[in-house]
Protein backbone atom coordinates (compact mmCIF):
# COMPACT_ATOMS: atom_id res chain seq x y z
CA UNK A 1 0.00 0.00 0.00
CA UNK A 2 1.38 3.60 -0.61
CA UNK A 3 1.83 5.24 2.25
CA UNK A 4 -0.48 8.56 2.76
CA UNK A 5 2.77 10.83 2.78
CA UNK A 6 2.97 10.29 -1.28
CA UNK A 7 -0.53 10.72 -1.37
CA UNK A 8 -2.05 14.70 -2.36
CA UNK A 9 -5.79 15.16 -2.60
CA UNK A 10 -7.32 18.66 -3.98
CA UNK A 11 -11.07 18.90 -4.75
CA UNK A 12 -12.90 21.56 -6.73
CA UNK A 13 -16.80 22.66 -6.06
CA UNK A 14 -19.83 22.54 -8.70
CA UNK A 15 -21.65 26.00 -9.23
CA UNK A 16 -25.03 27.15 -9.89
CA UNK A 17 -24.74 30.53 -12.49
CA UNK A 18 -27.91 32.72 -10.72
CA UNK A 19 -27.86 35.96 -12.70
CA UNK A 20 -26.04 35.95 -15.81
CA UNK A 21 -26.84 33.03 -18.13
CA UNK A 22 -25.93 33.91 -21.85
CA UNK A 23 -24.28 37.50 -21.20
CA UNK A 24 -21.66 36.37 -19.29
CA UNK A 25 -20.38 35.07 -22.79
CA UNK A 26 -19.52 39.11 -23.17
CA UNK A 27 -17.35 40.78 -21.47
CA UNK A 28 -19.46 44.06 -21.05
CA UNK A 29 -21.66 42.02 -18.55
CA UNK A 30 -21.12 39.80 -15.44
CA UNK A 31 -22.73 36.81 -14.19
CA UNK A 32 -23.48 35.89 -9.95
CA UNK A 33 -21.86 32.71 -9.92
CA UNK A 34 -22.69 30.69 -6.34
CA UNK A 35 -20.51 27.36 -5.68
CA UNK A 36 -21.78 24.28 -3.89
CA UNK A 37 -20.48 21.89 -1.70
CA UNK A 38 -20.74 18.93 -3.81
CA UNK A 39 -17.17 18.56 -5.01
CA UNK A 40 -14.92 16.53 -7.26
CA UNK A 41 -11.80 15.09 -5.68
CA UNK A 42 -8.37 14.12 -7.41
CA UNK A 43 -6.09 12.08 -5.60
CA UNK A 44 -2.64 11.58 -6.88
CA UNK A 45 0.07 8.48 -5.17
CA UNK A 46 3.77 8.36 -5.96
CA UNK A 47 3.81 4.31 -6.93
CA UNK A 48 7.14 2.72 -5.76
CA UNK A 49 6.45 -0.40 -8.40
CA UNK A 50 5.08 1.15 -11.27
CA UNK A 51 7.38 1.52 -14.21
CA UNK A 52 9.21 5.51 -14.47
CA UNK A 53 6.94 8.17 -15.82
CA UNK A 54 4.01 6.41 -16.20
CA UNK A 55 -0.13 7.96 -14.67
CA UNK A 56 -2.36 5.47 -14.38
CA UNK A 57 -5.92 7.15 -13.90
CA UNK A 58 -8.66 5.46 -12.45
CA UNK A 59 -12.75 7.09 -12.31
CA UNK A 60 -14.14 3.88 -10.25
CA UNK A 61 -18.08 5.73 -10.31
CA UNK A 62 -17.79 4.27 -14.02
CA UNK A 63 -17.45 1.31 -15.87
CA UNK A 64 -14.37 1.21 -18.51
CA UNK A 65 -12.81 3.89 -17.00
CA UNK A 66 -9.43 3.26 -16.44
CA UNK A 67 -7.22 5.40 -18.67
CA UNK A 68 -2.89 4.54 -18.70
CA UNK A 69 -0.67 7.38 -20.23
CA UNK A 70 3.36 7.18 -20.51
CA UNK A 71 5.39 10.62 -20.24
CA UNK A 72 8.33 11.28 -21.92
CA UNK A 73 10.94 14.10 -22.88
CA UNK A 74 10.67 15.81 -26.73
CA UNK A 75 10.98 18.79 -28.72
CA UNK A 76 7.87 20.47 -27.28
CA UNK A 77 9.28 19.85 -23.31
CA UNK A 78 7.26 16.55 -22.28
CA UNK A 79 4.67 14.28 -24.09
CA UNK A 80 1.85 12.49 -22.77
CA UNK A 81 0.99 9.31 -25.02
CA UNK A 82 -1.60 7.00 -23.64
CA UNK A 83 -0.65 3.56 -23.47
CA UNK A 84 -3.99 1.55 -22.66
CA UNK A 85 -6.42 -0.18 -25.43
CA UNK A 86 -9.10 1.69 -23.45
CA UNK A 87 -11.35 4.43 -25.29
CA UNK A 88 -10.10 8.04 -25.06
CA UNK A 89 -11.06 10.12 -22.27
CA UNK A 90 -10.65 13.41 -23.56
CA UNK A 91 -11.12 15.99 -20.73
CA UNK A 92 -8.14 14.23 -18.65
CA UNK A 93 -5.63 13.18 -21.61
CA UNK A 94 -5.79 16.89 -22.36
CA UNK A 95 -5.34 18.15 -18.60
CA UNK A 96 -2.64 15.82 -18.12
CA UNK A 97 -0.66 17.10 -21.12
CA UNK A 98 -1.15 20.53 -20.35
CA UNK A 99 -0.33 20.06 -16.75
CA UNK A 100 2.85 18.35 -17.72
CA UNK A 101 4.22 21.09 -19.63
CA UNK A 102 3.16 23.95 -17.55
CA UNK A 103 5.15 21.64 -14.64
CA UNK A 104 7.87 20.97 -17.07
CA UNK A 105 8.29 24.72 -17.24
CA UNK A 106 7.71 26.14 -13.54
CA UNK A 107 10.20 23.12 -11.83
CA UNK A 108 12.65 22.45 -14.45
CA UNK A 109 13.23 18.99 -15.98
CA UNK A 110 15.34 17.30 -13.57
CA UNK A 111 12.45 18.23 -10.90
CA UNK A 112 9.65 17.25 -12.60
CA UNK A 113 11.86 13.52 -13.50
CA UNK A 114 12.36 13.05 -10.04
CA UNK A 115 9.52 13.59 -9.33
CA UNK A 116 7.88 10.81 -11.86
CA UNK A 117 10.15 8.35 -10.73
CA UNK A 118 7.86 5.38 -9.72
CA UNK A 119 4.98 6.88 -11.91
CA UNK A 120 1.66 8.02 -10.36
CA UNK A 121 -1.47 6.49 -9.67
CA UNK A 122 -5.12 9.28 -9.75
CA UNK A 123 -8.02 8.89 -8.80
CA UNK A 124 -11.03 10.78 -9.43
CA UNK A 125 -14.19 11.21 -8.11
CA UNK A 126 -17.40 13.27 -8.17
CA UNK A 127 -20.05 13.47 -5.20
CA UNK A 128 -23.07 12.01 -5.81
CA UNK A 129 -25.08 15.33 -6.91
CA UNK A 130 -23.49 15.44 -9.93
CA UNK A 131 -25.15 12.70 -11.46
CA UNK A 132 -29.00 11.35 -11.52
CA UNK A 133 -29.25 9.07 -9.07
CA UNK A 134 -32.45 7.95 -10.11
CA UNK A 135 -31.87 4.56 -10.77
CA UNK A 136 -29.52 3.77 -8.04
CA UNK A 137 -32.93 4.92 -5.99
CA UNK A 138 -34.89 2.70 -8.23
CA UNK A 139 -32.82 -0.18 -7.50
CA UNK A 140 -33.08 0.30 -4.18
CA UNK A 141 -36.69 0.17 -4.00
CA UNK A 142 -36.36 3.98 -2.48
CA UNK A 143 -38.20 6.93 -3.76
CA UNK A 144 -37.16 10.10 -5.11
CA UNK A 145 -36.56 12.28 -1.50
CA UNK A 146 -33.66 13.74 0.37
CA UNK A 147 -34.01 10.93 2.53
CA UNK A 148 -33.13 8.68 0.52
CA UNK A 149 -30.58 10.44 -1.65
CA UNK A 150 -29.01 10.83 1.87
CA UNK A 151 -28.72 7.10 2.48
CA UNK A 152 -26.74 5.99 -0.63
CA UNK A 153 -23.05 5.85 0.08
CA UNK A 154 -20.43 8.24 -1.13
CA UNK A 155 -19.16 8.18 -4.85
CA UNK A 156 -21.92 5.73 -5.77
CA UNK A 157 -21.26 3.85 -8.84
CA UNK A 158 -23.32 4.87 -11.77
CA UNK A 159 -23.68 1.25 -13.62
CA UNK A 160 -22.64 2.95 -16.89
CA UNK A 161 -19.89 4.73 -18.97
CA UNK A 162 -18.73 8.07 -18.51
CA UNK A 163 -20.43 8.78 -21.76
CA UNK A 164 -23.98 7.85 -20.66
CA UNK A 165 -24.27 9.17 -17.69
CA UNK A 166 -26.96 11.60 -17.05
CA UNK A 167 -25.55 14.99 -15.62
CA UNK A 168 -27.14 17.47 -13.30
CA UNK A 169 -25.92 20.59 -14.41
CA UNK A 170 -23.73 21.20 -11.60
CA UNK A 171 -20.65 21.68 -13.75
CA UNK A 172 -18.72 18.36 -13.44
CA UNK A 173 -16.22 18.58 -16.22
CA UNK A 174 -15.09 21.86 -14.92
CA UNK A 175 -14.83 20.98 -11.37
CA UNK A 176 -13.25 17.52 -12.39
CA UNK A 177 -10.26 19.67 -14.63
CA UNK A 178 -9.64 22.26 -11.39
CA UNK A 179 -9.37 19.64 -9.06
CA UNK A 180 -6.91 17.46 -10.89
CA UNK A 181 -4.83 20.62 -12.07
CA UNK A 182 -4.62 21.31 -8.93
CA UNK A 183 -3.95 18.25 -7.59
CA UNK A 184 -1.50 17.65 -10.06
CA UNK A 185 0.72 21.17 -9.54
CA UNK A 186 0.62 20.58 -5.64
CA UNK A 187 2.46 16.78 -5.92
CA UNK A 188 4.44 17.87 -8.64
CA UNK A 189 5.67 20.80 -7.30
CA UNK A 190 4.37 23.08 -9.56
CA UNK A 191 2.51 25.01 -6.62
CA UNK A 192 3.17 25.66 -2.91
CA UNK A 193 -0.19 26.47 -1.76
CA UNK A 194 -3.73 27.22 -2.67
CA UNK A 195 -3.58 29.86 -0.57
CA UNK A 196 -1.23 32.00 -2.58
CA UNK A 197 -3.02 34.09 -5.05
CA UNK A 198 -0.46 34.02 -7.70
CA UNK A 199 -0.19 29.85 -7.65
CA UNK A 200 -4.26 29.80 -7.71
CA UNK A 201 -4.05 32.28 -11.02
CA UNK A 202 -1.72 29.73 -12.51
CA UNK A 203 -4.49 26.77 -11.38
CA UNK A 204 -7.39 28.85 -12.79
CA UNK A 205 -5.05 30.00 -16.00
CA UNK A 206 -4.16 26.45 -16.96
CA UNK A 207 -7.87 24.76 -16.11
CA UNK A 208 -9.25 27.10 -18.23
CA UNK A 209 -6.71 26.35 -21.19
CA UNK A 210 -7.76 22.30 -21.01
CA UNK A 211 -10.80 22.91 -20.83
CA UNK A 212 -11.22 25.04 -23.30
CA UNK A 213 -9.71 23.01 -25.43
CA UNK A 214 -10.88 19.60 -24.74
CA UNK A 215 -14.35 21.24 -25.55
CA UNK A 216 -12.94 22.52 -28.63
CA UNK A 217 -14.36 26.23 -27.89
CA UNK A 218 -13.62 29.15 -25.57
CA UNK A 219 -16.69 29.55 -23.29
CA UNK A 220 -17.49 32.05 -21.07
CA UNK A 221 -15.09 30.43 -18.08
CA UNK A 222 -17.22 30.88 -15.47
CA UNK A 223 -17.46 27.55 -14.38
CA UNK A 224 -13.84 27.00 -13.58
CA UNK A 225 -13.95 30.43 -12.25
CA UNK A 226 -16.17 29.07 -9.89
CA UNK A 227 -14.35 25.56 -9.34
CA UNK A 228 -11.22 27.64 -8.73
CA UNK A 229 -12.33 30.62 -6.67
CA UNK A 230 -15.76 29.51 -5.38
CA UNK A 231 -19.48 31.93 -4.76
CA UNK A 232 -18.37 35.04 -7.15
CA UNK A 233 -19.41 37.79 -9.53
CA UNK A 234 -17.46 36.92 -12.25
CA UNK A 235 -16.33 38.86 -15.52
CA UNK A 236 -15.41 36.45 -18.26
CA UNK A 237 -11.56 37.01 -20.09
CA UNK A 238 -10.72 38.23 -23.58
CA UNK A 239 -10.90 34.92 -25.67
CA UNK A 240 -7.77 36.10 -27.56
CA UNK A 241 -5.73 34.94 -24.60
CA UNK A 242 -6.05 31.31 -25.48
CA UNK A 243 -5.57 31.84 -28.67
CA UNK A 244 -1.44 30.59 -28.45
CA UNK A 245 -2.78 27.91 -26.34
CA UNK A 246 -5.74 26.67 -28.28
CA UNK A 247 -3.56 23.82 -29.56
CA UNK A 248 -2.74 20.40 -28.62
CA UNK A 249 0.71 20.36 -30.02
CA UNK A 250 1.49 23.93 -28.37
CA UNK A 251 4.88 23.67 -26.47
CA UNK A 252 5.58 23.56 -23.43
CA UNK A 253 7.44 27.42 -22.86
CA UNK A 254 4.25 28.78 -25.21
CA UNK A 255 1.76 27.43 -22.89
CA UNK A 256 3.21 28.42 -19.62
CA UNK A 257 3.51 32.13 -21.55
CA UNK A 258 0.35 31.69 -21.92
CA UNK A 259 -1.09 30.41 -18.64
CA UNK A 260 1.41 32.24 -16.38
CA UNK A 261 -0.12 34.86 -13.65
CA UNK A 262 2.19 37.30 -14.97
CA UNK A 263 0.37 37.54 -18.09
CA UNK A 264 -1.56 40.29 -18.14
CA UNK A 265 -4.00 39.69 -20.96
CA UNK A 266 -5.92 37.92 -18.57
CA UNK A 267 -8.40 40.35 -17.53
CA UNK A 268 -11.24 38.35 -16.21
CA UNK A 269 -12.87 39.98 -13.28
CA UNK A 270 -13.31 37.95 -9.70
CA UNK A 271 -15.26 39.53 -6.92
CA UNK A 272 -16.19 37.65 -4.34
CA UNK A 273 -19.87 37.33 -2.87
CA UNK A 274 -21.76 35.05 -0.75
CA UNK A 275 -24.95 34.29 -0.47
CA UNK A 276 -26.44 35.81 3.26
CA UNK A 277 -27.07 34.25 5.94
CA UNK A 278 -30.34 32.27 6.08
CA UNK A 279 -30.56 32.02 2.20
CA UNK A 280 -30.71 28.30 1.51
CA UNK A 281 -30.10 27.01 -1.60
CA UNK A 282 -32.01 23.84 -2.83
CA UNK A 283 -31.45 22.61 -6.39
CA UNK A 284 -33.27 19.66 -7.88
CA UNK A 285 -32.25 17.45 -11.26
CA UNK A 286 -35.20 17.85 -14.03
CA UNK A 287 -35.96 15.47 -16.51
CA UNK A 288 -38.09 16.52 -18.92
CA UNK A 289 -38.06 13.50 -21.27
CA UNK A 290 -36.83 13.56 -24.96
CA UNK A 291 -35.71 17.41 -25.83
CA UNK A 292 -33.30 18.72 -28.19
CA UNK A 293 -30.96 20.78 -26.61
CA UNK A 294 -31.20 24.00 -28.03
CA UNK A 295 -27.04 25.82 -28.48
CA UNK A 296 -26.44 29.46 -27.54
CA UNK A 297 -25.85 29.47 -30.93
CA UNK A 298 -29.46 30.28 -31.70
CA UNK A 299 -29.58 33.07 -29.35
CA UNK A 300 -26.32 34.62 -30.32
CA UNK A 301 -27.92 34.45 -33.70
CA UNK A 302 -31.12 35.76 -32.73
CA UNK A 303 -28.98 39.02 -30.20
CA UNK A 304 -27.01 39.37 -33.70
CA UNK A 305 -30.35 39.53 -36.15
CA UNK A 306 -32.32 42.04 -33.85
CA UNK A 307 -28.99 43.78 -32.43
CA UNK A 308 -30.79 47.38 -30.82
CA UNK A 309 -33.77 44.93 -29.63
CA UNK A 310 -31.29 42.20 -28.27
CA UNK A 311 -29.10 45.18 -26.60
CA UNK A 312 -31.93 47.10 -25.11
CA UNK A 313 -33.03 43.83 -23.52
CA UNK A 314 -29.91 42.57 -22.64
CA UNK A 315 -28.98 45.68 -20.82
CA UNK A 316 -32.72 45.90 -18.87
CA UNK A 317 -31.59 42.07 -17.85
CA UNK A 318 -28.13 43.14 -16.81
CA UNK A 319 -29.46 46.19 -14.24
CA UNK A 320 -31.62 43.79 -12.54
CA UNK A 321 -28.86 41.00 -12.41
CA UNK A 322 -26.93 43.95 -10.42
CA UNK A 323 -29.55 44.63 -8.50
CA UNK A 324 -30.31 41.50 -7.13
CA UNK A 325 -25.86 41.11 -6.75
CA UNK A 326 -26.27 45.03 -4.35
CA UNK A 327 -29.56 43.43 -2.59
CA UNK A 328 -27.21 40.02 -1.53
CA UNK A 329 -24.04 42.49 -0.44
CA UNK A 330 -27.14 44.49 1.79
CA UNK A 331 -28.47 41.48 3.30
CA UNK A 332 -24.80 40.62 4.20
CA UNK A 333 -23.80 43.93 5.19
CA UNK A 334 -27.02 43.87 8.03
CA UNK A 335 -26.33 40.41 9.18
CA UNK A 336 -22.93 41.53 10.16
CA UNK A 337 -24.48 45.18 11.93
CA UNK A 338 -27.14 43.67 13.97
CA UNK A 339 -27.61 39.47 13.83
CA UNK A 340 -30.59 39.58 16.23
CA UNK A 341 -32.46 41.96 14.04
CA UNK A 342 -31.45 40.71 10.81
CA UNK A 343 -32.73 37.03 11.99
CA UNK A 344 -36.49 38.99 13.23
CA UNK A 345 -36.60 40.09 10.13
CA UNK A 346 -36.26 37.04 8.46
CA UNK A 347 -38.59 35.00 11.27
CA UNK A 348 -41.42 37.44 10.25
CA UNK A 349 -41.01 37.01 6.58
CA UNK A 350 -40.66 33.56 6.39
CA UNK A 351 -44.05 32.64 7.47
CA UNK A 352 -45.53 34.85 4.54
CA UNK A 353 -45.44 34.34 0.54
CA UNK A 354 -43.07 36.87 -0.82
CA UNK A 355 -45.85 37.99 -3.21
CA UNK A 356 -47.76 39.34 0.24
CA UNK A 357 -45.11 40.81 1.69
CA UNK A 358 -45.46 44.04 -0.04
CA UNK A 359 -48.73 44.58 1.75
CA UNK A 360 -47.13 44.23 5.49
CA UNK A 361 -47.21 47.09 7.39
CA UNK A 362 -43.81 48.76 8.82
CA UNK A 363 -41.38 46.61 6.66
CA UNK A 364 -38.12 47.26 8.14
CA UNK A 365 -34.53 48.07 6.66
CA UNK A 366 -33.64 44.36 5.85
CA UNK A 367 -37.13 43.32 4.93
CA UNK A 368 -37.65 45.85 2.21
CA UNK A 369 -34.00 45.01 0.82
CA UNK A 370 -35.65 40.89 0.84
CA UNK A 371 -38.57 42.74 -0.75
CA UNK A 372 -35.91 44.30 -3.44
CA UNK A 373 -34.37 40.84 -3.77
CA UNK A 374 -37.38 39.03 -4.58
CA UNK A 375 -39.00 41.82 -7.00
CA UNK A 376 -35.53 42.58 -8.67
CA UNK A 377 -35.32 38.20 -9.22
CA UNK A 378 -38.99 38.33 -10.58
CA UNK A 379 -38.15 40.92 -13.39
CA UNK A 380 -34.47 38.76 -13.80
CA UNK A 381 -37.37 35.83 -15.05
CA UNK A 382 -39.83 38.16 -16.58
CA UNK A 383 -36.19 39.38 -18.87
CA UNK A 384 -35.45 35.62 -19.08
CA UNK A 385 -38.51 34.51 -20.99
CA UNK A 386 -38.69 37.38 -23.17
CA UNK A 387 -35.84 36.62 -24.04
CA UNK A 388 -36.82 33.03 -24.26
CA UNK A 389 -39.88 33.93 -26.46
CA UNK A 390 -38.15 36.12 -28.86
CA UNK A 391 -35.07 33.73 -29.68
CA UNK A 392 -37.26 30.73 -29.68
CA UNK A 393 -34.77 28.77 -27.21
CA UNK A 394 -36.52 27.86 -24.13
CA UNK A 395 -34.28 29.10 -21.60
CA UNK A 396 -37.19 29.24 -19.28
CA UNK A 397 -39.76 26.53 -20.57
CA UNK A 398 -43.49 27.32 -20.11
CA UNK A 399 -43.77 23.71 -17.84
CA UNK A 400 -40.62 25.11 -16.19
CA UNK A 401 -42.37 28.22 -15.13
CA UNK A 402 -45.81 26.27 -13.94
CA UNK A 403 -43.13 24.42 -11.48
CA UNK A 404 -41.07 27.72 -10.31
CA UNK A 405 -44.48 29.58 -9.69
CA UNK A 406 -45.55 26.30 -7.56
CA UNK A 407 -42.65 26.83 -5.56
CA UNK A 408 -42.74 30.38 -5.49
CA UNK A 409 -46.17 30.06 -4.20
CA UNK A 410 -45.00 28.83 -0.73
CA UNK A 411 -44.20 30.87 2.15
CA UNK A 412 -40.48 32.06 2.87
CA UNK A 413 -39.03 31.04 -0.87
CA UNK A 414 -37.84 34.42 -2.33
CA UNK A 415 -36.42 33.39 -4.91
CA UNK A 416 -36.80 30.14 -7.63
CA UNK A 417 -34.76 30.18 -11.28
CA UNK A 418 -33.37 28.33 -13.82
CA UNK A 419 -29.53 28.12 -13.57
CA UNK A 420 -27.71 29.77 -16.17
CA UNK A 421 -25.02 28.43 -18.56
CA UNK A 422 -23.25 29.03 -21.63
CA UNK A 423 -24.23 26.11 -24.43
CA UNK A 424 -27.16 24.29 -23.35
CA UNK A 425 -30.57 26.35 -22.34
CA UNK A 426 -31.15 26.17 -18.96
CA UNK A 427 -34.55 24.89 -19.15
CA UNK A 428 -35.00 20.99 -19.34
CA UNK A 429 -31.96 20.70 -16.88
CA UNK A 430 -31.97 21.78 -13.15
CA UNK A 431 -33.36 24.44 -10.93
CA UNK A 432 -33.07 26.16 -7.99
CA UNK A 433 -34.67 27.89 -4.97
CA UNK A 434 -33.82 29.87 -2.39
CA UNK A 435 -35.73 29.80 1.10
CA UNK A 436 -35.76 31.56 4.49
CA UNK A 437 -36.13 28.70 6.68
CA UNK A 438 -36.33 25.00 6.91
CA UNK A 439 -40.56 25.10 6.79
CA UNK A 440 -40.01 26.58 3.68
CA UNK A 441 -37.54 23.89 2.16
CA UNK A 442 -39.69 21.50 3.13
CA UNK A 443 -42.39 23.08 1.20
CA UNK A 444 -40.05 22.96 -1.59
CA UNK A 445 -39.66 19.27 -1.62
CA UNK A 446 -43.07 18.67 -1.25
CA UNK A 447 -43.85 20.08 -4.36
CA UNK A 448 -41.16 18.65 -6.20
CA UNK A 449 -42.23 15.19 -4.79
CA UNK A 450 -45.95 15.99 -5.94
CA UNK A 451 -45.15 16.91 -9.42
CA UNK A 452 -46.47 15.30 -11.92
CA UNK A 453 -45.75 17.31 -15.50
CA UNK A 454 -42.06 16.52 -15.01
CA UNK A 455 -39.74 13.91 -12.99
CA UNK A 456 -38.13 16.52 -10.51
CA UNK A 457 -35.20 14.85 -8.92
CA UNK A 458 -34.12 16.68 -5.91
CA UNK A 459 -30.18 16.71 -5.09
CA UNK A 460 -28.47 17.20 -1.45
CA UNK A 461 -25.92 20.25 -2.63
CA UNK A 462 -26.70 23.61 -1.25
CA UNK A 463 -24.43 27.02 -1.29
CA UNK A 464 -20.39 26.48 -0.26
CA UNK A 465 -19.29 29.68 -1.31
CA UNK A 466 -15.44 28.15 -0.67
CA UNK A 467 -13.31 27.67 -4.16
CA UNK A 468 -10.61 24.92 -4.97
CA UNK A 469 -9.00 23.70 -1.44
CA UNK A 470 -6.43 20.81 -0.40
CA UNK A 471 -8.03 17.80 1.72
CA UNK A 472 -6.84 15.42 4.06
CA UNK A 473 -8.02 12.29 2.99
CA UNK A 474 -9.34 10.59 5.98
CA UNK A 475 -11.22 13.62 6.64
CA UNK A 476 -13.31 13.33 3.38
CA UNK A 477 -16.58 10.59 4.05
CA UNK A 478 -15.95 7.70 1.89
CA UNK A 479 -12.93 8.58 0.16
CA UNK A 480 -10.59 6.88 1.83
CA UNK A 481 -12.26 4.05 1.09
CA UNK A 482 -12.47 4.48 -2.28
CA UNK A 483 -9.11 4.97 -2.93
CA UNK A 484 -7.27 3.26 -0.81
CA UNK A 485 -8.83 -0.32 -2.07
Known amino acids: MTTLSLLSVV ?26 NARFYTVIQSKDEA ?7 ESPQF ?74 LQNRDLPTTMSSLRSLPPFCETHTTLGDVHKTGLGSSAALITSLVGAMFVHLGAVTSLE ?54 VNAKNLYDTVSPDNAAWDNIVTPVKLPHRLHM ?40 TKVEQDLRELNASFEQDQQAYNQAIDRLAVKKASEWKSMDNLDAVQKTLLRLYENFENVRRLIRDMSEKSNVPIEPSEQTKLLDACMDRPGVIMAGVPGGDYISGGYDAIFCITLSDEASAQVEEVWRTWSEMSVGPLLASEDSNGARVEDLKNVNGLAQVVLH
Open 11 to 36: SAPGKVLVTGGYLVLDPSYHGLVIGT
Open 51 to 57: EHGTIAV
Open 63 to 136: ENSTWKYTCGLNEQGVNVVQSSPEGRNKFVETCIKSCMKVVYEKVGEQALLSKLNGGLRIVIVGDNDFYSQRLQ
Open 196 to 249: NEADRVLIHNTAQQAHCLAQGKVGSGFDVSAAVWGSHRYRRFDPKVLEPAMDEQ
Open 282 to 321: MLADIDAGSHTPTLVGKVLNWRKENASEAKALWDELHSYN
